[in-house]
Nanobody, 121 residues
Framework: QVQLVESGGGLVQAGGSLRLSCAAS????????MGWFRQAPGKEREFVAA????????YYADSVKGRGAISRDNAKSTVYLQMSSLKPEDTAVYYC??????????????WGPGTQVTVSS
């Protein structure tokens, strides 16, 4: 069982950056592949990035490629999403998820409650 809690969201200006964190509880964090998703009001949940349990492989949605960086620190049971060159269209609730290495939200077993990111123009 894994519990996930995101933090680091907030209001930023377009062109700015932030780092989201996802703290996990449980013994087996390092065994889980992790993903970041986002969801804007009225829109479907969208894949952002994913990382394998070892951190050796990382995947990004085209929308954030070159601007997003996913990483993890298994010793701290934490996964991160660094976002730069933020755009208003990045505005969404950002969720971390565990248990898959796909771009499909339904494939992930565990989810955090989300953290709001708002990018002003």
């Amino acid at each position: 069982q894994v519990q996930l809690v995101e933090s680091g969201g907030g209001l930023v200006q377009a062109g700015g950056s932030l780092r989201l964190s996802c703290a996990a509880s449980g013994r087996t964090f390092s065994a889980y592949s992790m993903g970041w998703f986002r969801q804007a009001p009225g829109k479907e949940r969208e894949f952002v990035a994913a990382i394998t349990w070892s951190g050796a492989s990382r995947y990004y949605a085209d929308s954030v490629k070159g601007r997003g960086a996913i990483s993890r620190d298994n010793a701290k049971s934490t996964v991160y999403l660094q976002m730069s060159s933020l755009k208003p269209e990045d505005t969404a609730v950002y969720y971390c998820a565990a248990g898959a290495i796909t771009n499909s939200p339904g494939d992930y077993r565990y989810w955090g409650p989300g953290t709001q990111v708002t990018v002003s123009s």
